[in-house]
Nanobody, 119 residues
Framework: QVQLVESGGGLVQPGGSLRLSCAAS????????MGWYRQGPGKQRELVAT???????NYADFVKGRFTISRDTAKNTVYLQMNSLKPEDTAVYYC?????????????WGQGTQVTVSS
């Protein structure tokens, strides 16, 4: 198991920046992949970005060039740096961890942090 604690959400103007943090309760090297998902008003939850235990990253097309996922292995923390924010980025952002138990994958979620982009 793993517990995930997110922080860093808030209200920002269009074009602004925010950095989200997700602290894991265990070494992130023991986690197959961590990532960020988001769920906007009236929308389904969608992938934003992921980073694997070996540091490989993946991004949704709508954030490429604007968002960067990174990690601090000493702090067991994953970050999402969000630049050039748009109103359509408004959503609850969730941290996700994927842990494999043999062939079985289990997903764990943080509580979510609200990001609102508005003037």
């Amino acid at each position: 198991q793993v517990q995930l604690v997110e922080s860093g959400g808030g209200l920002v103007q269009p074009g602004g920046s925010l950095r989200l943090s997700c602290a894991a309760s265990r070494s992130i090297f023991s986690i197959g992949a961590m990532g960020w998902y988001r769920q906007g008003p009236g929308k389904q939850r969608e992938l934003v970005a992921t980073i694997t235990s070996v540091g490989r990253t993946n991004y949704a097309d709508f954030v490429k060039g604007r968002f960067t996922i990174s990690r601090d292995t000493a702090k067991n923390t994953v970050y999402l740096q969000m630049n050039s924010l748009k109103p359509e980025d408004t959503a609850v952002y969730y941290c996700n961890a994927q842990i494999y138990y043999g062939a079985e994958r289990r997903d764990y979620w943080g509580q979510g942090t609200q990001v609102t982009v508005s003037s």
